[in-house]
């Protein structure tokens, strides 16, 4: 791909500051960057790299086109989202395959789109189907009677139980495992009596979902991951749990069962939340949190156990003082006893 | 399956208050069920919604009968247990095929019996036993002579290094490893020098482990996971860890090497132990609790690092007050001050 | 195997105190250990079980040797290196198979030695080569234009994502996935605009990685695990992290984008970090730690959030104490007034 930056910047939408007929023919970070590139600024911590950088244009906010002047810069109002609409176009996906393989293992009874791409080593079993446009790739299990929707991709060794729904667009990434059985035993510690996990997984359309992540399938009804949620990689999302649309999840996040996340909620990386509670729209919640209560809309917490995140930062700074604070205590104990005695 | 409600109470040994002749046909939540369902109330949250379920009959306690007046309700000692075996009735287990399938990898010198069901696309390894009634899903890998007992369920892609033992009527959902190498490195940091982890890892009867668990081998002998322990997703058991009979491990848990749980022993999701130590019987342990030394046989524990779980109650109410504390005690500095001046 | 005492000395370069000319044929722990056994003593948590042990001789450090008096003992500088390298002698890695299978799924353009162990039901994509000596499972699937090296082992159900580099000697064990998308989505918790993740991972000789770990392709450029790394199970390497070599990462540790990790760091397990700081080399860091800020080298943290380790360790002292604190707070605060009163 050989675009002028005059070019680019109509693509994007974008104003340039600057020469704009270089040619440019590839993207990388500002490190990395040479004659010819096109690179950019997301993040103010590396506009102190973008002096040496030898990158020919520079995707930049207005809020940090001063810091360039003299370069070649496209002024976007978000480089972070522009540069993902230009790597779309310099570098579109390819699986390498179109087509049925007849390696794959297909039962009798799965409905898979002549349209769709399934890699030798699948497995589709009975009652499935697969809409037109999805790639399906090796050591992929797709239970009886799941479906998936139109342009979805799982990759290598993606597992999904019996009875689920998938949408469309959807990603899943290696590993992922949808709708094993949720962790429901009668008198756990004694019997561990197992109640049966006879609910199911929906997926929406436009979901991504990271490697080795789990989804368990519901006890009862669905565990349910609204239209356009992101997930990382490990995280463990429980039976009947239900994540509204838009919401962001970091790594290695634990969510228990039946709680219910409203939309656009952030939550930060290893954070951990108790069953059955209710998280309202656009909450965020701070890395290595632990929640064990609601949250209503649009709040920002943090903290183990949760506190507003105001209040959990006025607590963490004391926190590193609990020496020196002791230390006082101790000393002003001392003095009261004197001025008592006299 | 459809039975009345004098059958159903009959089946689970309950007593019904109420008319006992309707017809149920279906088992769902409060909130989903509708006329010839029958529900049930397990968690004291989900009372406010009784008034309005449109199911035909509900599981109760005795405890909480007085608050279902007016319907139709089997009243059993623990209504969870109660619908687990109601579950398992209504909805039985399916796997869609019976019998080894000629696509399956079998390497010669495996024993698979002939009343085992193998998916296309299982590996089972020389030397390798299957037992009778047990099911192998597709990407199952099972290395040389490990052994599956009878009626054992593994599903797509679990992975078994050689040389383990799994039991009968073990559960282990897509994702799982077992016996992968424990993380035993001389001068860590340094040469990183590999010791070769040549034990084992045995599973006894009736354990379940969630999916995408890990459970390392042994460096000497074996790692342990004893009889009806529970494991729920993303759990990491280290090498030469034993886990005591009954035990329930929640979610992203991780046990370091060593380590030895007694029996009955619930442990909180995202919990982490150092290893070399020792929980004793029945312990409880809160979720994400940080374990770092011996817990005696009955306690009741939590926080990070541990305390007994009422002094760490405590402590974490303390803890967000520790600003006013601050504030109180700089203001008792300057009084002292003061004073003393006089 | 079988050798006497003097034997393993001089194979492991130790001193025998005691008979040495015993046949020892199996290496077992302490308390395994019987006749004709070698056992070590490691960690001095288990010396007080080296008086009744069976063992027919001991690995012990120059430290312990005298707890060991009346015993045949072998002393070395580091008795867990050297169990590393009796166990590789006494019980050498087998895989049970050599050649290229038929049975494995070669795509036209790869180029796989035939040196190479390629097991049945794996994936081998357009592009990609495997070096002499290398061992691919079953259910491994290698993407497009990746290579491993020589000597390498792939267990079973490894996923490499596309155009990834993997050296010599590297392990990489079931279910770790390498090369999965970064987690990069523009106006996150809104729009969730997906930027495509166009980068790779480069992995060097010598990494051993565990089981489910995910190691996540750049956006732009490369993740990095440089030579003889060593990382644990459930672990999460986000897009552009580098790890220099040596460094070892415990179990279920997170690892934000962009970090950089410094030669043998060494991260104790369920550690959390942000993205885009600098931990220098050979930083220490405890076990559970949340780390969110740049640590200059050779330091030791631990704390949630960081600190140094000592400042951590008196801080968790006190926080103990903040029950008591407060109640002493309170009684001066009434003291202080019935003075100021008089």
Redesign the interface.
């Known amino acids: 791909m050989k675009m002028t930056i005059a070019e680019i910047a109509l693509f994007l939408g974008g104003t340039v500051n600057g020469a704009d007929d270089t040619i440019i023919s590839g993207?990388?970070?500002i490190?990395?960057a040479h004659e010819g590139d096109i690179t950019f600024i997301a993040?103010k911590?590396y506009l102190k790299k973008l002096k040496s950088a030898k990158a020919s244009a520079v995707l930049v906010s207005p809020e940090t086109a001063a810091e360039g002047e003299g370069r070649s810069l496209i002024i976007v109002p978000?480089p972070?989202?522009a540069?993902?609409k230009l790597?779309?176009l310099?570098?579109p996906?390819?699986h390498?395959r179109s087509g049925v393989s007849p390696?794959a293992?297909i039962?009798d009874g799965a409905i898979v789109s002549p349209e769709a791409t399934i890699?030798?080593?699948a497995?589709i079993?009975?009652g499935a189907k697969i809409g037109k446009g999805t790639v399906i790739?090796?050591?992929v299990?797709i239970?009886?009677n799941s479906s998936v929707g139109e342009n979805s991709i799982l990759?290598?060794?993606v597992?999904v139980?019996?009875s689920c729904l998938i949408g469309n667009r959807v990603?899943l990434?290696?590993?992922v495992?949808i709708g094993?059985?949720g962790?429901?035993?009668?008198?756990?510690?004694?019997?561990?009596?197992?109640?049966?996990q006879?609910g199911f997984v929906q997926i929406d359309d436009d979901v991504?979902i990271?490697?080795?992540t789990?989804v368990?399938r519901a006890?009862?009804?669905r565990t349910w991951i609204q239209r356009?949620?992101?997930i990382?990689?490990?995280v463990?999302i429980?039976h009947?749990v239900v994540i509204g649309e838009?919401?962001?999840i970091?790594?290695?996040v634990?969510i228990?069962g039946s709680t219910k996340l409203g939309r656009?909620?952030?939550v930060g990386?290893?954070t951990?939340m108790?069953g059955?509670i209710n998280i309202g729209d656009?909450v965020?919640i701070a890395?290595?949190s632990?929640i064990h209560k609601d949250i209503p809309a649009g709040e920002m917490v943090g903290g183990?156990?949760q506190?507003p995140l105001k209040?959990a930062l006025?607590?963490?700074?004391?926190?590193?003082?609990?020496?020196e604070?002791?230390a006082?205590?101790n000393q002003?104990?001392r003095?009261?006893d004197e001025?008592?005695k006299k």
Chains 1, 2, 3 share one sequence.
């Open positions: 993207v990388r970070s490190e990395e993040n911590k978000d972070y989202a540069l993902g790597l779309a310099f570098y996906l390819e390498g390696e293992c039962e890699f030798p080593r497995f079993g009975q790739y090796p050591g299990f239970g009886r990759y290598a060794n597992t139980y019996h990603i990434h290696s590993g495992v094993g059985d962790f429901g035993f009668a008198s756990p510690g004694r019997n561990n009596t197992k109640v049966p006879v991504e990271g490697a080795n789990t368990d006890a009862l009804g356009n949620v992101k990382d990689n490990l463990q429980a009947n838009n919401s962001a970091a790594a290695q634990g228990s656009g909620v952030m990386g290893q951990g108790v059955h656009h965020m890395a290595g632990k183990a156990p506190m209040k006025q607590v963490e700074a004391c926190r590193s003082k609990l020496p604070m002791r006082t205590l002003l104990v003095k009261m001025l008592q």
